[in-house]
């Protein structure tokens, strides 16, 4: 099993999502991460999903994505340069004085942004690759015992010039 990144470019219709999804779903494809943007050309959409597949598996995907009517071009970024991103918020809650001191310590060292924070609660902006958020999260969870609310967005990705 390996991280595989597909870059599609589809039809920008309503629907284009549920059948490329529905394809994922009927074949018990779990994918890891999902995000749909518009182009500069109204009528197309840029998909990136990663997923962790074998490379038979893989393959049976993007022809079936090849096939769709909707999908203009498929691009497999898995051996290719590819410079990727994900958004991730964070909000620590029940902090005290030293975790709010400790936290925006953290946030210059690692290069996050802290967007909101009151007495008790901490909102934090990372946008890193995936790896980099989740080697982030764990530091943060060595050094508190705080609940944290998590929300990430999908990868986006683009081939390396």
Known sequence: MKKRWLCLFVENEVGVLAR???LFSAKAYNLNSLTVGTTQDETASRVTISL?????LFEQIKKQLNRMVEVFKVIDYTDIDIYRKEIMFLKILKCTENDRAFLFQFSE????RILDFNKDSVLMESIKA?????LML???YKRLDNPVEIVRGGSVAVEAV
């Open 20 to 22: 490329i999804t529905g």
């Open 52 to 56: 962790f597949s074998d490379d038979q």
């Open 109 to 112: 060292v690692y290069g996050i």
């Open 130 to 134: 995936e790896e980099e958020n989740n």
């Open 138 to 140: 764990q530091l943060l």
